[in-house]
């Protein structure tokens, strides 16, 4: 059971390029999230998803697209990096979805993203 | 005004200290509350959930207060290994954290 894996550990891009992000859990997490995490700003969510084939927005999405085609799966695309753009992102998935929100959530080890 | 606001510190504190912990939320329509841990450059890990009526594991204790809209987490006995960031978290429909708190227990 390897829980909530991500790839790359690190990554530096160059303004302009694109990359997408892996994150894949192997809980049957029907909850799965894209957070990044500045300093001084706590985490931040950027999308995240309640099931395969539904995604929607969080607080900072814009220049990031999200697709979730399988349960396991759940990728973060940057579409055209910018410097603003540099900083740890963490994926994480809930076992549950609650009325009451999301309950635990499990994390990866994060990607480390400098954008030059 | 952001959603959940900590005080960033840093507490250093001595071994064998107690230490508190406060976060204050603006969403009074907020349902669940956490407290994350997160070490140096690692991810954050659930330390526990925040009942309203309060609750207790081991050496730490956590408090809900609805009314007043904040949260508190009480650490006794402090450890070399609580050295570490506290995370608070409110949910709504989505998870909202605060900045962290910074602890560092000292010999």
């Known amino acids: 059971n390897a829980g909530v894996t991500q790839t790359p550990k690190f990554q530096v891009l160059k303004t302009g390029q694109s990359m997408t992000l892996q994150c894949a859990q192997d809980?049957?997490?029907?909850?799965m999230s894209w957070y990044r995490q500045d300093p001084g700003m706590g985490l931040r969510l950027i999308h995240y998803s309640v099931g395969a084939g539904i995604t929607d927005q969080g607080e900072v999405p814009n220049g990031y697209n999200v697709s979730r085609s399988t349960t396991e799966d759940f990728p973060l695309r940057l579409l055209s990096a910018a410097p603003s753009q540099t900083s740890v992102y963490f994926c994480a998935s809930s076992y549950s979805v609650m009325v009451a929100g999301v309950g635990e959530q499990f994390f990866g080890p994060g990607t480390r993203l400098t954008v030059l | 005004r952001k959603e959940v606001e900590q005080d960033p510190g840093p507490f250093n504190v001595p071994e064998g200290a107690t230490v508190a912990f406060n976060c204050t939320y603006s969403?009074?329509?907020?349902?669940?509350f956490f407290w994350y841990r997160q070490d140096c450059r690692k991810e954050p890990k659930l330390l526990m959930s925040?009942?309203?009526s309060g609750n207790e594991d081991g050496r730490f204790t956590a408090q809900l207060n609805r009314a007043s809209q904040y949260i508190s987490l009480l650490i006794r006995d402090s450890k070399l290994s609580d050295s570490a960031t506290y995370l608070c978290v409110v949910n709504n429909n989505d998870m909202r954290f605060g900045a962290g708190t910074r602890l560092t227990v000292k010999p």
């Open positions: 969403n009074s329509a907020s349902q669940s």
């Open positions: 925040v009942y309203s």
């Open positions: 809980m049957n997490h029907e909850y």
